[in-house]
């Protein structure tokens, strides 16, 4: 499907659920398509005779893979998990160790 198709889709479904078609709400179905596409599509669509609109194709919200190619696997998340704690413990250590000599020097 084509961006203006789906522009065009998604102005239909937004129309049949009883709203008016806007850039806005185009946009936020769409996703990231150039304005000039929405405005396009969104022109070609109020143009349209009702009777034509069971020609469109049913809008299908575009699928977004990336937010879970992005998300760690667990296997990463439990190493990140143990270098922070191995590091927790390091500094803790330090922070023992400063407060002693400090401890010393003010006696």
Do not use: C, Y
Not at 16 to 26: C, D, F, K, R
Not at 64 to 86: C, G, H, N, R
């Amino acid at each position: 499907m084509s961006s203006i198709e789906q522009v065009i889709a998604a102005a239909k479904a937004i129309a049949t659920n009883g709203h008016t078609p806007s850039v806005a709400l185009i946009k936020s179905r769409v996703g990231k398509v150039p304005m000039p596409l929405i405005v396009q599509g969104l022109q070609q669509f109020k143009a349209m005779p009702k009777s034509e609109w069971q020609t469109i194709p049913e809008f299908q919200a575009p699928v977004t893979q990336q937010a879970s190619q992005d998300m760690p696997s667990i296997e990463e998340l439990l190493a990140q998990q143990q270098l922070m704690v191995e590091q927790i413990e390091m500094l803790i250590q330090r922070v023992t160790s400063l407060e002693q000599v400090l401890a010393g020097k003010t006696n």
